[in-house]
């Protein structure tokens, strides 16, 4: 929310980037920053110069290092830079191979948004990571695929069309911690189904 706080939050990710570099990881997946908070947007111009300062400025880094960082679309219906077209739209004005989209399937789902239609808005040259899970198309539950509303076919295929090559992550797990002793092996049916959606998301 104040200069301070941004220039902290810069330095912060600046060292997050070089850390990438050391250990060899070519993505940095990062928020838009939120200067009014998760819920509110009173002034949408304001809230995208900060972000377009922010950004231009992180981008330098990412640029010395050789690493690609990557803006994940929101949940946040009040905010303006939140939606996969509002981010596709800010990456191209930062105008940098070095800045790309982290794509969640969960934060398109919570708005109604196709998110087949929003790979092939994408497109494979703005395209570097995926963030995937499921929910009720409400609520930003990251629930397993397969477990809520989202047409994971037409997703598949879409990420077949553009020939998607970037890393997939499957923002999901088993609460193993909501099992008993005796629950061994529906916590290992559940791992397995969990591992066997990846496999089919990457096409295997």
């Given at each position: 929310a104040?200069?301070?706080?941004r220039?902290?939050?810069?330095?912060?990710?600046?060292?997050?980037?070089?850390?990438?570099?050391?250990i060899?990881?070519?993505y940095l997946?990062?928020?838009p920053?939120m200067p009014?908070?998760?819920?509110?947007?009173?002034d949408?111009?304001?809230?995208?110069?900060?972000?377009?300062?922010?950004?231009?400025e992180?981008?330098?880094?990412?640029?010395?290092?050789?690493?690609?960082?990557?803006?994940?679309?929101?949940?946040?219906?009040?905010?303006?830079?939140?939606?996969?077209?509002?981010?596709?739209?800010?990456?191209k004005?930062?105008?940098s191979?070095y800045?790309?989209?982290?794509?969640d399937?969960g934060h398109?789902?919570?708005?109604?948004i196709?998110?087949?239609d929003?790979?092939?808005?994408?497109g494979k040259?703005?395209?570097?990571?995926?963030?995937?899970?499921?929910?009720?198309?409400?609520?930003d539950?990251?629930l397993?695929?397969?477990?809520g509303?989202?047409?994971?076919e037409?997703?598949?295929?879409?990420?077949?069309?553009?020939?998607?090559?970037?890393?997939?992550?499957l923002?999901?797990?088993?609460?193993?911690e909501?099992?008993?002793p005796?629950d061994?092996?529906?916590?290992?049916?559940?791992?397995?189904?969990?591992?066997e959606?990846?496999?089919y998301?990457?096409?295997?």
């Open positions: 104040t200069p301070e706080q220039a902290e939050r810069l330095e912060k990710m600046q060292k997050s980037i070089r850390g990438c570099k050391i060899g990881c070519p997946v990062i928020h920053i009014f908070g998760h819920y509110s947007n009173p949408p111009d304001e809230f995208y110069r900060l972000n377009f300062e922010f950004f231009s992180l981008i330098k880094t990412a640029e010395e290092c050789g690493v690609v960082v990557c803006l994940e679309n929101m949940p946040f219906k009040d905010l303006t830079l939140s939606t996969p077209t509002e981010i596709l739209n800010f990456v004005d930062i105008n191979p800045f790309k989209i982290c794509f399937t398109a789902s919570v708005f109604g196709s998110c087949g929003s790979v092939r808005l994408i040259e703005y395209l570097a990571t995926l963030h995937v899970h499921d929910n009720n198309g409400v609520d539950l990251h397993p695929v397969f477990k509303v989202i047409d994971w037409d997703f598949r295929s879409a990420l077949i069309e553009i020939g998607f090559e970037g890393a997939v992550s923002e999901t797990r088993i609460l193993t909501n099992y008993g005796g061994a092996d529906l916590v290992e049916k559940l791992q397995i189904e969990l591992a959606s990846a496999l998301i990457a096409g295997k």
